[in-house]
């Protein structure tokens, strides 16, 4: 099996509080991990790729000093909205691959992020 | 730029009624294509296309690929209620990461 969990699945907060999201491959050790946004109806964008052990790398336009994404171990990646807004309110994705460069993504059941 | 385009964006029909989706792209590095399904949570993947020409099926669903017109359609017969959901298209790179086109959105009428 390849199962990525996600927690919290959903979180309300306050403008200004930051935000932890954590993303777990279960039965499987994760060298890569994929961050995504999804806004309503609109397709899923991918803000950031992460390598166990090594800074992750962000797309364009995505800040990274706002979304800090943590890869410590083969097994979990922290994604972090610092100082969130409400425009920050998304469903947030995370997958992950079992090897360097694998073709496969294996999804975590995502995150809805809402801020009041 | 690399794209990834579906159409149509969105389509209603009725139980049993066959739909086909369409993912054209351009893309650098291309790899492989997936198809996903959505509904009120993550994707969930369907089918992975590498090569040309080779028909993938998984029951009433069925997908290939062109890699020289740079398409690849979906489709689904005899369409039920619980294939209503946001179908997406996404390219893989060389380097693993995925480019989601924007989602062909099929709702089946009872």
């Known amino acids: 099996g390849a199962v990525v969990s996600q927690h919290p699945s959903w979180v309300i907060c306050k403008s200004g509080t930051s935000v932890k999201i954590e993303c777990r491959s279960l039965d499987f050790q994760a060298t890569t991990m994929f961050w995504y946004r999804q806004f309503p109806k609109q397709s899923l964008m991918l803000m950031a790729t992460?390598?166990?052990?090594?800074?992750?790398?962000?797309e364009q336009g995505v800040e990274k000093d706002k979304f800090l994404i943590n890869h410590a171990s083969l097994t979990l990646s922290t994604l972090t909205v610092t100082s969130a807004h409400p425009e920050d309110s998304s469903f947030y994705i995370c997958?992950?691959?079992?090897?360097?460069?694998?073709?496969?993504?294996?999804f975590g059941p995502g995150t809805r992020l809402l801020v009041l | 730029e690399d794209k990834v385009v579906q159409s149509p964006l969105s389509l209603v029909v009725h139980e049993g009624d066959t739909v086909t989706l369409n993912c054209s792209y351009e893309?650098?590095?291309?790899?492989?294509l997936l198809w996903y399904k959505q509904e009120k949570k993550a994707p969930t993947f369907l089918f992975m296309l590498?090569?040309?020409?080779i028909e993938k099926k998984s029951g009433r669903l069925s997908s290939i690929l062109d890699k020289k017109e740079l398409f690849s359609i979906l489709n689904i017969t005899a369409t039920q209620t619980g294939d209503s959901a946001v179908y997406l298209c996404a390219t893989d790179d060389s380097w693993g990461k995925l480019q989601f086109g924007a989602g062909t959105q099929v709702v089946v009428t009872p």
């Open positions: 590498t090569s040309s020409g």
């Open positions: 997958s992950a691959t079992k090897g360097a460069y694998q073709e496969t993504q294996y």
């Open positions: 992460s390598n166990e052990g090594s800074k992750a790398t962000y």
């Open positions: 893309v650098t590095n291309f790899r492989s």
